[in-house]
């Protein structure tokens, strides 16, 4: 039941999916197109049209949809089931040709260009091709990924961590970037045995890594994923630092409250907030407060 009466709120979890209803749309004041979609627990969402215009939602109509992010600010970030295609599946794809496109390097890449169920194209790294393809040929591959409509695919399984510890530290070489459905990059990483890893690049573009260099990782495990995560240019976890407030403001924590933050300076990532009622005001001196970093991950500090 999305209306009613009284009852206890529900939580909800990044990585989970759960009801929404599609009660109306909006127009922004830029001129994007949204659905309004209300939750569980009543509180509006806005989802962007034009990424779902071959989804066929209508007004009134209650639809699944992934919490894909929320974000320190308390941002929600959804994508709704999609009509065909279920994330970790294999479909078949229909290869169209190869072309170059200019990754964020700069560097001419090659990619396998193909269509979805709703001829979509879909890019894919050339490499992750197994053999030369002829026009109109089937391609089985798996979903990776969903995001904002966008299909991700590959022919080769999810990065093999078999042998790896979680937490501890492994040495790579950056070998190049790869480029996912003509924006999202990646660096290559390559192990001393030649097998292949991969770390998204946006996240660690202040770390000062480049092609060629060579990188220290620890393998994090988050739910039932695995992923490798660039050691800290300045910070160690366990370490305590003295970070700048910058300023104040307030972070959304869903269903319906606002908490008064701390706004960090951190020079090699994002700002870092830190809840005002858990900090007593002796720790805080001449705009600066030490504290511990009790973790690092997809390049964003966190602290005791």
């Known amino acids: 039941m999305l209306n009613g009466g009284k009852r206890m709120k529900i939580k909800i979890e990044e990585g989970k999916t759960y009801l929404f209803k599609i009660s109306g749309s909006v127009v922004s004041p830029d001129g994007q197109d949204y659905f309004i979609l209300i939750d569980l627990n009543n509180v509006k969402h806005l989802l962007g ?71 979509n194209k879909i890019e894919m ?42 937490n501890e530290r492994y040495s790579y070489k950056i070998s190049h970037t790869k480029t996912y459905a003509g924006k999202y990059d990646y660096f290559v990483l390559i192990d001393p045995n030649g097998r292949k890893y991969k770390i998204r690049k946006k996240f660690y573009d202040k770390y000062n890594l480049e092609p060629g260099k060579t990188v220290v990782c620890r393998l994090i495990k988050d739910g039932k994923r695995k992923y490798l995560e660039p050691m800290h240019p300045v910070f160690i976890i366990g370490e305590e630092y003295d970070f700048e407030i910058i300023r104040e403001g307030y972070r959304n924590v869903y269903p319906d409250e606002k908490k008064a933050v701390y706004i960090l300076k951190n020079n090699y990532g994002k700002e870092i907030l830190l809840n005002k009622e858990d900090i007593s005001p002796a720790k805080i001196k001449q705009r600066k407060i030490k504290c511990k970093v009790s973790d690092i991950r997809k390049g964003q500090v966190y602290l005791d």
């Open 49 to 119: 049209k034009k990424y779902y215009s071959k989804y066929k939602f209508e007004i009134g109509q209650t639809i699944n949809c992934r919490i894909d992010k929320i974000n320190c600010n308390g941002k929600i970030y959804l994508e709704p089931e999609h009509p065909y295609y279920k994330q970790g599946n294999k479909y078949e794809f229909f290869f169209q040709k190869t072309k170059k496109i200019l990754n964020s390097a700069g560097e001419k890449e090659k990619i396998a260009l193909l269509t979805d169920v709703f001829n």
């Open 125 to 166: 790294p050339f490499e992750d091709q197994h053999h030369e393809l002829k026009p109109g040929e089937k391609l089985k591959c798996k979903v990776k990924k969903i995001k904002k409509g966008i299909i991700f695919i590959s022919v080769t399984d999810k990065d093999d961590y078999s042998g790896l510890k979680i």
